[in-house]
């Protein structure tokens, strides 16, 4: 049997004691470790949430940018071209033909105008929309009928008289593109302020007249009679008769007036461009109603 002494039984207690010591050190440092990770997480949950949140977002909009939906192919951007891959000269010739208002209507012919490659229509062409006129059979038969019929109208269309401006009537004029009996009616009075026109070009300064009007009014008139013009004396009346004048306005009548006084009468058109602010554009169309 084995004897202990009190050495023995010493050393054995400060042992337990060691092995109880560092037990409970091992569970204190996890209990501590357990506890910061606890807090931390708590801490930042907010931001990692956030953030999971924005990595989801990216992921969706990655996806969305390399996603094709179905589009027309007449209406490529340079931006578009670019992304799918198009050359420079690829898409300006595409962008011609929209210029003459034209549009290719099937794959083949977007390939044969572009000159895209057969793998490009391969991984594009897919996606092309074209109108439902364009693709559907019917639809298109009817625009073609459509079509014929209005060249068919077009070459049957009379042959325009030209007429005299200074004797028209409103029903001639309102046979004109984009006149109507407004318009009509303000051609004429604008007409009858001058005792006639002496330019076919005082059309354009009337106002509310289009350039499209404008170029079908010198297709269907002209200046064939001068008419009874009513003549103004620039160097006798006064600014509020001169300031009647179609052409004046206060502030040219009262610059004409001046004129007058601090250089005499007016006698020509080169004495006319001497008045400040006078309208030098509509100057040999003005000169024709004035008596020096």
Same mark, same amino acid.
């Given at each position: 049997m084995l004897k202990f002494s009190k050495g023995h039984?010493?050393?054995?207690?400060?042992?337990?004691?060691?092995i109880g010591l560092m037990q409970l050190s091992f569970y204190w440092f996890n209990k501590e470790s357990s506890s910061d990770e606890v807090k931390l997480s708590s801490s930042e949950k907010k931001w990692l949430l956030q953030q999971n949140n924005v990595d989801s977002i990216k992921e969706v909009n990655k996806e969305n940018a390399n996603k094709i939906y179905p589009f027309n192919p007449n209406f490529i951007t340079d931006y578009k071209g670019y992304k799918l891959g198009m050359t420079i000269e690829q898409i300006d010739r595409l962008h011609n033909l929209r210029k003459q208002n034209k549009y290719v209507n099937s794959k083949a012919e977007f390939q044969k105008l572009t000159g895209v490659s057969n793998d490009w229509m391969k991984k594009y062409a897919i996606y092309f929309k074209f109108p439902d006129w364009v693709t559907n059979k019917t639809a298109n038969k009817f625009q073609s009928n459509f079509e014929n019929k209005y060249k068919k109208f077009e070459k049957?269309?009379? *042959?325009?008289?030209v007429q005299d401006i200074n004797t028209t009537n409103?029903?001639?004029? &309102? *046979?004109?593109?984009?006149?109507?009996?407004?318009?009509?009616?303000?051609?004429?009075? &604008?007409r009858e302020k001058f005792g006639g026109f002496v330019n076919m070009e005082q059309l354009g300064f009337i106002w509310g007249i289009s350039p499209?009007?404008?170029a079908d009014l010198n297709k269907r008139f002209q200046i064939k009679s001068a008419g009874i013009l009513k003549r103004?004396?620039?160097n006798e009346l006064p600014i509020k008769e001169l300031q009647q004048f179609p052409y004046f306005n206060y502030y040219i009548a009262k610059n004409i007036v001046t004129y007058r006084s601090m250089n005499g009468e007016i006698k020509n058109i080169d004495d006319l461009t001497k008045i400040k602010q006078f309208p030098v554009e509509k100057l040999k169309i003005i000169a024709v109603y004035l008596e020096f």
């Open positions: 039984y010493f050393g054995i207690a400060i042992l337990l004691a060691l049957k269309e009379t *042959k325009i008289v409103q029903v001639e004029l &309102e *046979k004109v593109y984009m006149i109507g009996e407004k318009l009509a009616l303000k051609i004429i009075a &604008e499209e009007a404008i103004i004396k620039i």
